[in-house]
């Protein structure tokens, strides 16, 4: 293949990893509008955290850090940053689950409900499934021949950075998500996960800081560990502000309803039982 075809389908690539964002925005942004229309007025935050996590993953696709990326060990760092956390994180905090209870309609909501209570989205969304897939990704690919195989197909480069989305994605609905989440795990096991997750990051930050990846650069690689360890940990502190917060402000209640004898609810605002929660769903699609 030409280095003239390579580039043709480079460029193709980048805008299909670029097209499900742009198609996400206007998307989002009419279901808030229609959820208003019929009396639901959607936050102004979830739109700021919608617009900012597209930016995020758009910067991490295209253009100059996107191609940056392709010959930089730590531009791609910078990738990862932006595509696999801080990206996802704002889109979990726009609460785009909720947003389509509200505006999809009853049949259709029922059926995203009853996917949601599958055991495969249990499965998936479960903090430990989703921070060990995270992890043990993130090793493979920098600590084996991997990462330099990424940067000559084209189509491994594509998963990678798939990859890179949904599980980053996945994690932080696991541990700081605000849908609805009839597979949520207690506060206890999503801070064991997060200080585990956060522990194996920053050994791989060291590694690869002493240990550059198969064909990459000695100076190069250290410069991309410290983005992960620094970049990485400043994003993982925010993640444990947002669930401390939450646990904070649920146990707080919690004391008050026991004093007054009332039933304890999810901190979506519907009952803690899961066939109760799948009703309020259906509910909630109604409206």
Known sequence: ??????LGLAIWLEQLLALPFYLSLPAYLAAGWWSG????????RRYLYWLLGVAACLVAVTGPVAQRAD????????????LGMVGP??????APVTLALRVLPVAAARRLSRLLASRVVGVLTHPVTAGAGNVAALFLLYRTDLYALSGQHLGLHLVVHVHLFVFGYLFAASIVGVDP?????????????????????SVLAKQLYADPPPGVDA???????QVLYYGGDAVDLLVM????????????????RHRLNVAPRTHEGLPSDGSSARAGWARQARR
């Open 1 to 6: 293949m030409s280095g003239h075809d390579h």
């Open 37 to 44: 229309r019929r009396g639901r007025r959607w936050p102004t």
């Open 71 to 82: 010959h930089s060990f730590s531009g791609h760092m910078v990738v990862h940053l932006l």
């Open 89 to 94: 994180l704002l889109l979990v905090r726009a």
């Open 181 to 201: 989440d009839r597979h949520r795990t207690g506060f206890p096991c999503r801070a064991v996960v997060l200080v585990l997750y956060v522990a194996a990051h």
């Open 219 to 225: 100076a190069d690689a250290r410069l991309g560990a």
């Open 241 to 256: 502000v947002l669930l401390c917060h939450r646990w904070y402000v649920l146990a707080a209640p919690s004391r008050s």
